[in-house]
């Protein structure tokens, strides 16, 4: 379609801005701000159905536009390496996390070939920052300040206690941050969401003349769940009505806000959980809290932003940013009970460990199923939210657009005005996958991708247009339907939950999806369950051998 913005208005803007009435160059391109969280589920906002308090990230969604047909690609290092390079994570080198297998899908870090937002942007005109957890390479070759960015304060690992940096695992390693290029080492009083908060206002504040971009990538919500009293406070008790309750609540008013339609159906408890009614009364107070913590957590985080989105309006600057606000995975069923760190504290407590299990993860991905590394919805569907007042009319909600998170690169570089490259540094750049959201701001019809594909460590899933094909693989051996990798097939127009399984009835159907995959999986470097499994088995005898 004709960008008017593209073609007319944004040479117009740098022709007119090209000196100020000081001299200095000025560049009215917008700024660009990407919020990434981490193991925050579908419904847990409050502009998502969520009774977490979150006004500021409710406020960015009433004038601006929610979407709810986007995905990101399953777990963390996967869906940074597509946000960043704009392609799907294997053609990034991050077909799993960071160990690498020593093939081109699975190098554990962003390949030679990839670019990222932040160099393209930096080689046209623009200041580029990087905040929070980075985990696409903790080598010193592959941090951020290697990858584009003029400045960063990062957290390079996958996570951490929010008070400090020692290691979590038995016999582990303590984990990394680094501020432009140096190590850093966190003082008495820190804590890890306000820090980010912190640096990314600094950041946004010194920024002169020209438009920045910025990645802001919070931990929170992963575990640990530690939290500040203040924040726990307002939460501890408000729980205790229970996982069953709260589900059935975030759903009814995810229908009201019509994040989903009238008729979508709540899918049931995942099987293995028990009913809130079938726990003993101490046991539910020691739920309540894990869940107070979370909330408290993403609330924390959530006045953090607000401090972000204050300093860009008293800068003038809040009107002409690309604001965009998504999470890296589902809700987390993770547990982490065998840790070193100390567990005998108050919860939230430098002292304490806490997860909140797979019981309140379940209801984070109301109304879906599954979590966090699994390619069903409740793994991979993300509230996604863009604020952008000089492009996209406030209080939209666009259940029409199918986007992936590694639309992001070239919705950044096509609101920036500048064309993806083919070849960059003396390295050829693999043709970016995604597609620019900026049709979709403006308000134009745009369906999106036609087909889409995640494959994280076995799991398996192809969607096109209303149908999805998905095969979870976390263990072959298994006879439990939910692992057992066999294929199933869903109508997500009149299922949008995955409850009902049609693939005996659409067998020519489902054969050309599971081909339609292969094709992918073969062009993308994508390996097979087994083969995956085998690859890590002879890791591990390397790894032993060394």
Sequence with gaps: MFNWYTLFLAPLLLFIGGCSSH????????????????????????????????????????????????????????????????????????????QNFGRPAYLGYLGENT???AEVLTNNGYHTYQVGKWHV??????????????????????????????PYRVGG????????GTRFRPGKDFYMTDAFSDH???????????????????????WPLHALPEDIGRYKGKYMMGWDSLRLQRWKKMKSLQ?????????????????????????????????????AVIDRMDQGIGRIVKKLKEKGELENTLIVFLSDNGGSPERMLNTSHPTDGEPGSVTSFPTYWAHWANVSNTPFRFYKGWVQEGGIATPFIVHWPAMVSEGTINHETLGHIMDLLPTALDAANVTYPSELAGRQIIPTTGQSLLPALRGEKQAGHETLFWEHEGARAVRKGDWKLVANNYDISSTSWERNGQWRLFNLKDDPAELDDIIGENTELAEELIQTYEDWAKSAGVLSPQEFVDMKVEFKKRQVQK
């Design 23 to 98: 001299g200095e160059p000025t560049d009215n391109r917008p700024n660009i701000l990407y919020i990434l969280v981490d193991d925050m589920g579908y419904s847990d906002l409050s502009c998502y159905g969520s009774e977490i308090n979150t006004p500021n990230l409710d406020r960015l969604a009433s004038k601006g536009m929610r979407f709810t047909k986007f995905y990101n690609a399953a777990r963390c290092c996967p869906s940074r390496a597509s946000l960043l390079t704009g392609l799907y994570p294997h053609l990034a080198g991050m077909g799993s996390m960071t």
């Design 115 to 117: 670019t990222t937002i």
């Design 137 to 166: 390479g903790d080598d010193r070759k592959d941090w951020p300040d290697k990858k584009g960015f003029g400045q960063h304060f990062t957290f390079l690992n996958g996570a951490s206690s929010y008070y400090n940096l020692q």
């Design 173 to 180: 390693d303590s984990m990394k941050m680094a501020w432009n």
């Design 200 to 222: 990314a206002v600094d950041f946004i504040d010194q920024n002169r003349e020209k438009p920045f971009f910025m990645y802001l990538a919070y931990t929170a919500p992963h």
């Design 259 to 295: 994040v989903i339609g009238e008729d979508t159906p709540l899918s049931e408890r995942s099987p293995d959980l028990p009913a809130w009614e079938e726990i003993t009364p101490e046991d539910r107070v020691t739920w309540d809290i894990r869940m107070a913590l979370y909330a």
